[in-house]
C-alpha cells in the first residue's frame, strides 16, 4: 500500500519553506564575493534582471510540474512525460544536490567556525590574517563541516517537515531586521558612497564582458535554489487549489532584498577599511568581523548572533540539498532513511573535504580555480542553469501557451503574456547563450 503524500500544512508553511531554502549563504556569502568579483553594479543589473526574465518563470514551471505530478524531481518527468529525455533534468539535479552540498558543508563549517570564536572572544586584531590561519589549517575547518554535514544529517533524519517549518518562522524575520541594523551601522562608517557606487552606479563597458553574464545568471539560479527539482519537490507537496504566482513573488522579493541588504552590510565597510572586494570566498568572514570589532562593546554579541542567524539560513538550505538525495536513494534503492541519509551524508562530507583543503593549506585547481570555487562555479553556474533551460524548455513545450498559463495560475492576469514570452523565448535562448559564452571564457 502506498502511503498517502505529507502536504504543506499551509499556504505560509510552503511559502516559508521555500524561502528557507533560497535564503541561505546564496545571499550573503556568494552573492557579496560574486558581485565583488563581478564589479559591482554590473553583476547587480545583471542578476536583477535574470531573477525577472529568467528566474520567475522557472520558479513558477518547477512548482508547476511538481504541483500536477505530485512526485520528486525525477519520477515527476517519468510520470508527466514516459520514456522521454526530460528526466535527465531530474537526474542532474540529484547531482547538483550533491556536488553544492559539498562546498556548502565547508563554509556551512566555516560559519559555526565564527560563532564559537566570537562565543570565546577569538576574533581580534587582523581579521584577515586570522581567517587565512584558520583555511589554511588542514585539520580544523574539516572538524567544522563534518559538525555542520552532521547537523545536516540529524535534521534531515529526523524528518524536516516541522523543524523547517517552524524554524524559519522565527529565524527569516530576526535575520532581517539584524541585516537591516548592520546595514545602517555599515552605512555610517564612511565608506558609503563608494559604496553605494559601486552597487548601483552602472559600468557601462563591463556589460561586454561575458563571465559577468556567466556569474550573475548563476548567482540567480543558486540563490533562488532553481534548475535542481528542489522548488518541484517543494510545489509536489501543495494541494491544487493554492495559488502559485503570489507565492512565487513573495520568495523572489524577498531572496532579492536580502542579498541587496548584505551588499549594503559588506560593501561600505569594505571601502570604509580599504579591503579588497575581489578577494573571493572568504570575503564576508573578513568584512564582517571588520565591523564587529568596530562596534564597541557590544561587537562580540552581534558577532555571535550574526554567525548563528547565518548558520541557521545556512542549516535550512543544507537540509533541502540533503533531502534531494536522500528521497531519491529512499525510492531508488529501498533503504531506510536513516541509512541512506547517514550513508549519503557522509559521501558528500568526504567529497567536500578538497574543497575545505584548496582554501590554503592544500593548493588544488582545477582550470584556474581552486577546487571550492571550480565546484561553486561548475554546480551554481553550469548545471543549475542547464538544469532550469530543460525545465523551461519542458514546461513550455509539452505544455501548450494556454495550458501553461493555467497550470501555473497565471492566466488572466496582466503579466500573463510578459511572463509567457519570457518562459518561452527569452529565458531559453538567454541561458542557452549565456552558458555557451561562459564556457568558452570560463
Ligand atoms: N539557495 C540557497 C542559498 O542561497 C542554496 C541552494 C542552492 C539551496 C540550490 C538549494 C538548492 O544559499
Excluded: C
Excluded at 288 to 317: D, E, K, M, R, Y
Excluded at 408 to 421: H, N, Q, R, S, Y
Aim: aromatic share 14%; proline share 3%; hydrophobic share 55%.
Amino acid at each position: 500500500m502506498k502511503k498517502e503524500r505529507e502536504q504543506w500544512g499551509s499556504r505560509w508553511g510552503f511559502i516559508l519553506a521555500a524561502m528557507g531554502s533560497a535564503v541561505g549563504l546564496g545571499n550573503i556569502w556568494r552573492f557579496s564575493y560574486a558581485m565583488g568579483a563581478g564589479g559591482g553594479s554590473t553583476f547587480l543589473i545583471i542578476y536583477l534582471l535574470s531573477v525577472l526574465i529568467i528566474g520567475f518563470p522557472v520558479m513558477l514551471i518547477e512548482f508547476a510540474i511538481g504541483r500536477r505530478a505530485q512526485t520528486d524531481a525525477i519520477d515527476a518527468f517519468k510520470k508527466l512525460a514516459p520514456k522521454s529525455f526530460w528526466v535527465v533534468a531530474g537526474g542532474m539535479g540529484v547531482l547538483a544536490a550533491f556536488v553544492i552540498l559539498s562546498f556548502y558543508g565547508v563554509i556551512g563549517g566555516w560559519s559555526f567556525k565564527y560563532i564559537f570564536s566570537y562565543l570565546t572572544g577569538g576574533v581580534a586584531g587582523d581579521t584577515g590574517g586570522y581567517f587565512e590561519a584558520f583555511v589554511g589549517s588542514p585539520i580544523e575547518p574539516i572538524g567544522w563541516q563534518f559538525l555542520f554535514m552532521g547537523v545536516t544529517v540529524a535534521i534531515v533524519m529526523l524528518g524536516v517537515q516541522k523543524g523547517i517549518e517552524t524554524s524559519s518562522k522565527w529565524m527569516m524575520p530576526i535575520l532581517s531586521i539584524l541585516l537591516i541594523l548592520l546595514a545602517g551601522y555599515s552605512l555610517t562608517l564612511g565608506g558609503a558612497s563608494e559604496a553605494l557606487t559601486f552597487m548601483f552606479h552602472p559600468d557601462w563597458s563591463a556589460f561586454g564582458d561575458p563571465s559577468v553574464y556567466f556569474a550573475a545568471v548563476g548567482q540567480a539560479f543558486f540563490t533562488l535554489s532553481l534548475g535542481m527539482g528542489i522548488m518541484l519537490t517543494y510545489g509536489s507537496y501543495l494541494s491544487p487549489k493554492e495559488k502559485l504566482t503570489s507565492s512565487a513573488a513573495y520568495i523572489i522579493v524577498l531572496d532579492t532584498l536580502f542579498a541587496i541588504i548584505a551588499g549594503l552590510v559588506v560593501f561600505p565597510a569594505l571601502f570604509a577599511f580599504d579591503l579588497d572586494p575581489t578577494q573571493g570566498a572568504g570575503l564576508v568572514f573578513v568584512v564582517l568581523p571588520t565591523i564587529f570589532q568596530n562596534i564597541s562593546g557590544i561587537g562580540a554579541i552581534i558577532g555571535v548572533a550574526f554567525f548563528v542567524l547565518l548558520a541557521l539560513a545556512a542549516l535550512s538550505s543544507a537540509i533541502s540539498l540533503l533531502e534531494v538525495v536522500v528521497a531519491y536513494l529512499i525510492r531508488r534503492l529501498g533503504v531506510s532513511r536513516k541509512i541512506a541519509t547517514l550513508g549519503i551524508g557522509f559521501v558528500i562530507f568526504l567529497v567536500g573535504v578538497p574543497s575545505s583543503l584548496s582554501q590554503g593549506a592544500v593548493s588544488i585547481e582545477v582550470f584556474g580555480d581552486s577546487f571550492l570555487d571550480f565546484m561553486d562555479k561548475f554546480s551554481g553556474n553550469l548545471l543549475l542553469p542547464l538544469g532550469g533551460l530543460i525545465i523551461a524548455l519542458y514546461g513550455t513545450w509539452s505544455w501548450k501557451s494556454d495550458e501553461l498559463l493555467e497550470q501555473t495560475d497565471l492566466k488572466g492576469t496582466a503579466i500573463a503574456p510578459a511572463i509567457l514570452f519570457f518562459a518561452k523565448y527569452v529565458a531559453p535562448i538567454a541561458i542557452l547563450v549565456i552558458l555557451v559564452f561562459g564556457m568558452l571564457n570560463w
